[in-house]
């Protein structure tokens, strides 16, 4: 039963351009979502995060929407730089436990 | 601050051998740890998680187990490995009430 889903597999954008990446939840009792930013043979770095009690978080070029009544989380990046080339996970958590992690979103930045 | 050491990088191992995965963590006490696998083209699933010495919760059926045998590490092991096994382990830590989990670099796991 997957909990956290990232249906596109993968997402390609212009450089300067704005970058969407997508993912739904099941579980109404995830109350703290994150996003996750992996390059290849490494661990996966923290981006930013969001509670269920706010709806935006914003941070540099990175914002986070919240949806609850969808259950639906994005992430936008603007503008999109080459160096955002990675995958990008997000993740959820029922009160401050472990992370379920959806499948991930691997985004490429196109000169 | 707080680092978090994983190894070994690579791995290659026979089907039938044994495996041993350790992972410790810096500059923080009573932390909670976790590992994760990510198998080709897959996203990451949580294998064990850990918030405290001795506490381990399985989170999926499989051929591995993991011990936490002091406060800041953690090991994952398989007395017989299986071809299935092959992945990218990651450890990661967090320390509540924080949610926020960092990652160690990855092991990657080929059983041949």
């Not at chain 1, 992430?75 to 379920?100: E, M, N, R, T, W």
């Not at chain 2, 680092?3 to 932390?31: D, F, K, M, R, Y």
Request: include cysteine; glycine fraction near 8%; aromatic fraction near 12%.
């Amino acid at each position: 039963d997957q909990q956290v889903k990232q249906n596109s597999p993968s997402l390609s954008v212009q450089e300067g351009r704005i970058s969407i990446l997508n993912c739904d939840y099941t579980n109404s009792m995830f109350d703290y979502f994150l996003w996750y930013k992996k390059y290849p043979a490494e661990g996966p770095t923290f981006l930013i995060s969001i509670s269920s009690i706010k709806d935006k978080n914003e941070d540099g070029r990175f914002t986070v929407f919240l949806n609850k009544s969808a259950k639906h989380l994005s992430l936008h990046i603007v503008p999109s730089q080459p160096g955002d080339s990675a995958v990008y996970f997000c993740a959820a958590s029922p009160g401050a436990q472990k992370l379920v992690f959806g499948q991930g979103t691997r985004l490429t930045i196109n000169p | 601050s707080q680092t978090i050491h994983q190894w070994p990088a690579t791995l290659v191992q026979p089907v039938g051998s044994p495996l041993s995965l350790e992972c410790t963590v810096e500059g923080t006490s009573n932390p909670n740890l976790y590992w994760y696998r990510q198998a080709a083209g897959r996203g990451l699933q949580l294998l064990f998680y850990s918030v405290g010495i001795g506490q381990i919760s399985s989170e999926v059926p499989q051929n591995l187990s993991a011990s936490r045998p002091q406060d800041r590490q953690f090991i994952l092991s398989s007395k017989k490995l299986l071809l299935s096994d092959s992945g990218f382990y990651l450890c990661a830590w967090s320390r509540p009430p924080d949610t926020v989990a960092f990652f160690g670099q990855g092991t990657r796991l080929t059983v041949v």
